[in-house]
């Protein structure tokens, strides 16, 4: 990915956030709870994007985050016009959102080492060094 890419998509990240945030009046997203944009990967020519989205506590197969993601999706083109507003560059990728697995993924993997720390960690007070 080349520098200016990034710095588009980076913008657009931010941007998003924002929109999100303050512009999308949508209940499906406004019931999900705390939405995350965790990464905006755009294609070469810039026409293309997809959005990396993650919802706090929320399992990728519940009704809340389809219903959610649906409602991104379908106010893309909203979300595009605004976002050409905001960011002066000469072309903006159309944008599709998706869940994203990693922060599930990465709070599995912090249960697992908290359980294998729990069990291979010495009690306090049982007379052994740490």
């Known amino acids: 990915m080349s520098r200016r890419t990034r710095q588009v998509a980076s913008a657009i990240r931010e941007e998003l956030a924002d929109i999100v945030r303050r512009e999308i009046n949508d209940p499906r997203i406004e019931t999900v709870g705390f939405v995350t944009i965790s990464e905006v990967q755009i294609s070469p020519d810039h026409r293309d994007g997809l959005v990396w989205v ?3 506590g929320k399992e990728e197969k519940s009704r809340e985050v389809q219903d959610a993601l649906a409602a991104l999706n379908s106010s893309s083109g ?9 960011i002066p560059v000469k072309a903006l990728p159309r944008l599709r959102f998706k869940f994203d697995r990693g922060f599930d993924r990465a709070a599995e993997i912090d249960l697992a080492f908290r359980k294998i720390d729990g069990r291979g960690a010495p009690r306090s007070g ?3 060094e740490e």
């Open 54 to 56: 993650a919802f706090m």
């Open 78 to 86: 909203y979300i595009h016009k605004l976002l050409v507003k905001r």
């Open 126 to 128: 049982s007379g052994e």
